[in-house]
Each structure stands twice: as structure tokens, then as C-alpha cells.
């Protein structure tokens, strides 16, 4: 069973509203997946919570880094971005399975964790609104927030 509803993102800081009400919620061994296109803004979400919990400004995207640590000062905030995983075994010696539960994650390309999915998770896919007009990077987008196990009932937090 899971939990959903849908959040209008007209523009940037309406996404940055959106991910400081997240920042406000989360605590120690959630998980957040981002998912959506390529520029649909997850790595933005992303920054907004790390400024808002780690006092980080401008964390770079762990494109090639694949994770980046912060602290919190109550632990640990992960940010991963998973596009270049090709074979889950690159994955192993990562230390996803130690980190889930123990940090607050943050997941971009989740897909490629190939099934190492924690039950209870928070999915917030972002997307551009159809038929919207504009330049590509400008367009309103959408967030649709899914809540699985502990999360069908913090979604009503956000
Ligand atoms: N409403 C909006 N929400 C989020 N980003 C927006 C919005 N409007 C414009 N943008 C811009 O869109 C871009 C989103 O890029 P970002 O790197 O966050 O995407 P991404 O989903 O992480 O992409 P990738 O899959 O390549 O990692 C940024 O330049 C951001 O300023
Ligand atoms: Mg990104």
C-alpha cells in the first residue's frame, strides 16, 4: 500500500518551498528517492534540504562522485546520484546497505540501486507540466510524493 498526492511547482521556488518542508520532516534513517528526467530538478530539491540541514550552500551534484556526505550535526545526510552505476556490483562497495536506515538519504536515478529498496521511503518524482510553454529549463514543473510504509502517514507532514 502506499500513500501519494501531487504538488504544483510553477517555478524554482516554489521546488525550493517544497524542499524546505521536506528539510522540516526528515530525521535520521529516512530515505528520499528523486526521481524524474534529466534537469527536472532533482539535484535543485536536493541542495535546498542540504543548505536547510547541513548549512552546505551551493553542494555540488555528485554526478561522478556518485555520493557526498554531509553532516547534520544529528548525522549523516547522503546525496547520491546513481546515473553512471551500470552493474550492481559497483554498488557493493558503496555501503548503501550499512547506510540505509542509519542516514538521512537522498537517492537521484534510484533505479539503479536494483532493487536494494528500503520499505519505507519517500518517492518524489519531479516532472514538467504537459502543455506548458516556455524554454525547457523554465517550465512549471510538478512533484508527485509517494509514501511507502512509515511514510503513507508522514506524507501529511509535508
Ligand atoms: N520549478 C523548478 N524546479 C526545479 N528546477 C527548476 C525549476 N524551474 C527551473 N529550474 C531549473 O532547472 C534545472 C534543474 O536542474 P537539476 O540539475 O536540478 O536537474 P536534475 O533533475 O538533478 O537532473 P539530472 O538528472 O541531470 O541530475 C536547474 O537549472 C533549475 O534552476
Ligand atoms: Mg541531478
Known amino acids: 500500500m502506499a500513500n501519494s498526492n501531487t504538488v504544483s511547482l510553477p ?12 528539510a522540516g520532516v526528515l530525521r535520521a534513517g529516512d530515505t528520499v528517492f528523486l526521481t524524474g528526467d534529466l534537469g527536472a530538478g532533482k539535484t535543485t530539491l536536493a541542495r535546498t534540504v542540504i543548505k536547510a540541514l547541513c548549512g552546505v550552500e551551493d553542494a555540488p551534484s555528485p554526478t561522478y562522485t556518485l555520493i557526498q556526505t554531509y553532516d547534520t550535526g544529528g548525522g549523516e545526510l547522503w546525496h547520491a546520484d546513481l546515473y553512471r552505476i551500470e552493474d550492481p556490483a559497483e554498488l557493493d562497495e558503496l555501503g548503501f546497505d550499512d547506510a540505509f536506515g ?15 529498496v528500503p520499505d519505507d521511503r519517500l518517492e518524489l518524482h519531479l516532472e514538467m507540466v504537459e502543455d506548458s510553454v516556455g524554454e525547457a529549463m523554465d517550465r512549471p514543473r510538478q512533484a508527485r510524493l509517494t509514501g511507502f510504509g512509515q511514510w503513507e502517514t508522514r506524507l501529511d507532514d509535508i
Open 102 to 116: 542509519d542516514v538521512i538519504m537522498l537517492v537521484e536515478w534510484p533505479d539503479r540501486l536494483f532493487g536494494l
Open 11 to 22: 517555478d524554482l521556488a516554489a521546488t525550493q518551498a517544497l524542499a524546505l518542508r521536506l
